[in-house]
């Protein structure tokens, strides 16, 4: 089963970037769609981005189209979540996940890393 470790959050003012890598070991990572889901104390996880195995198609949710860019290198066994224009509501724990969808309109994941904690200053 593919060990997920993430890495790369942290404390940022807003309008500021960060790029969160996920580091896959142990499965079979490029064979998967992968993706980024999020988590805040008292709200729902929310879905953050998703990519193919091949990386040719990627789905955001709406709260963060145009700002975070999801990709991946599959010989690296790396994803990766380039977040710009960050706002203080993106402050969550982050977490990389395998990833399933039937039509790309709803996804939901699998097995999951520990998460990264980020925090968006105002």
């Known amino acids: 089963q593919v060990q997920l470790v993430e890495s790369g959050g942290g404390l940022v003012q807003a309008g500021g970037s960060l790029k969160l890598t996920c580091a896959a070991s142990?499965?079979?990572?490029?064979?998967?769609?992968m993706g980024w889901f999020r988590q805040s104390p008292g709200k729902q996880e929310e879905f953050v981005a998703a990519?193919?195995?091949?990386?040719?198609?990627?789905d955001y949710g709406d709260s963060v189209k145009g700002r975070f860019t999801i990709s991946r290198d599959n010989g690296r066994n790396e994803l990766y979540l380039q977040m710009n224009s960050l706002k203080p509501e993106d402050t969550a724990a982050y977490f990389c996940?395998?990833?399933?969808?039937?039509?790309?309109?709803?996804?939901?994941?699998?097995?999951r890393g520990q998460g990264t904690q980020v925090t968006v200053s105002s």
């Open positions: 142990g499965g079979a990572f490029s064979t998967e769609s």
């Open positions: 996940a395998v990833v399933y969808t039937q039509d790309m309109s709803s996804w939901t994941y699998g097995h």
């Open positions: 990519i193919t195995w091949n990386g040719r198609r990627a």
